[in-house]
Structure formats: C-alpha cells, structure tokens
C-alpha cells in the first residue's frame, strides 16, 4: 500500500492543476502562486452561510493574487513622467567697483580758454574821434586819387599828409576849417575838403554823439604816380 497521499483538487494549484509540494503546502512550485486558505469545515448543525460567504471570499482572494501574478512579468517598467526642466533664476552679475570705473580723460572736459573770456566780453564803446578816422580811412582811394591828380600838375607835391578835421552836432564837418600838414596846392586842398565831407554825408551812421569835437589823422599814398588824364572840378578848375 502506497504512503502517497492521494491528489485532490484540496492539494493541486488553482492556476495551473500542478501538485503542490512546497513545503507549506501553499505555494506551487511550478507556477510560484501562492494558494488560497482553505475554507473550514462546518460543524454539523452550523449556519451554512457563514462558511460559504468565507470560502467564497477565499476563492476571490486568490483570483486577485493569481492575477496580479500574471501581469506583474509583462509589465513595463514605470516611466518618469517627463518634467519640463527647472530654469534656474540668474541673479544678474554685480557692478564693477568704483576703482574699476575709468575717470574721464582730462582732455574730455571742456576748459574755458581766454579766448572763449575775451569773446564774451562787450565790444568798447567807439568814441567820435574814432568814428571821424574811420570816416576818412574809409575815403582812402579817393584821397590817393586827389594826390596823384597833384602830383600831374605839381610833381613835387607831398605824398602824405596830417588832416584836422571839426565835426559839429549835426554829424558833418566844416569844409573851411578842415587844414592839412604840410600846406597843400590850393587844388589839393578843395579837392580833400570835397571828398572828407561827402564821406561823412553818405556814411550812414552819426558820430556817437551829436556834439562839436575836432580829430586829427594821417594817410600817404608813397607809391603814388601822376594822374594819366587831367580832371575837371573839385578844385582842379
């Protein structure tokens, strides 16, 4: 008589219908699946419901196990989820120290010159007798003309000549006192006369002041010639 225990559904796997021969009687050694609790045996005259309700949560049990067993080897591993990547804040780079900083160059910064001074300051007021001199200078080569017709009907007449002239308060000035150094020919004389009092007649301006004053200036043609033609008028009838 064989010792074996007989097979039964008590002692096979409830996955695969392998024998069980761990050692726990429990877990099946072909598919590794862990064997659900045997239901008890009710006692005789026991509600029979209890002992159902409990084997049937046993049986459920087992699907479960016997389930996740079968899915947990396909299973894929778990992929991380993809993360937006953290940006990190830069805090901006500090400013360089103030040794760092390079001063201007001396030459950068405007110096007041004594040019830029003297051109600021006012113009000196012109007094009458520099008016009166202006007035004459400005007659100059009608003057050289009077010398060199002079000099055609004197060539020794003087080449230079000192003028004084009286400015009275209506700005013009009086032919007979206006003198000459040296004495001058006669027609030299009413010659200049005619030309210093038209120049102060057609200068457009009046003296700075209207008042009577008196004013001494020179001028010399050195470099004159005779006149090459004879004039009429001014003095030289």
Not at 17 to 35: H, I, K, N, W
Not at 44 to 69: E, N, Y
Not at 124 to 153: H, I, M
Request: aromatic residues 6%.
């Amino acid at each position: 008589m064989s010792s074996l225990a007989p097979i039964t559904s008590s002692n096979r796997c409830v996955h695969c219908g392998a024998p069980l021969t761990g050692d726990d009687g429990r877990r099946c050694s072909y598919c590794d699946v862990v064997q659900p609790a045997e239901a008890p045996v009710a006692a005789p005259g026991a509600p029979i419901a209890p002992v159902v309700a409990g084997a049937a949560a046993a049986v459920l049990l087992g699907v479960v196990v016997v389930v996740w067993a079968l899915r947990a080897p396909s299973r894929p591993a778990r992929i991380e989820s993809a993360r937006p990547p953290v940006v990190t804040a830069t805090a901006p780079p500090p400013p360089p120290p103030a040794a760092a900083i390079e001063a201007p160059s001396p030459s950068a910064i405007p110096v007041a010159t004594a040019r830029t001074s003297a051109a600021v300051r006012p113009a000196p007021k012109l007094t009458n007798e520099q008016f009166g001199k202006n007035v004459v200078a400005a007659q100059s080569k009608k003057l050289r003309g009077c010398v060199e017709q002079d000099l055609l009907r004197n060539p020794n007449a003087p080449k230079a000549y000192t003028v004084t002239v009286l400015v009275e308060k209506d700005g013009l000035p009086r032919s007979s006192a206006t003198t000459f150094s040296p004495t001058p020919t006669e027609g030299f004389a009413q010659c200049a006369r005619h030309v210093i009092l038209y120049g102060f007649s057609g200068y457009g301006r009046n003296p700075p002041e209207l008042v009577e004053f008196t004013f001494s200036t020179s001028f010399a043609f050195p470099d004159a010639k005779p006149a090459a033609k004879a004039e009429s008028g001014r003095g030289w009838d």
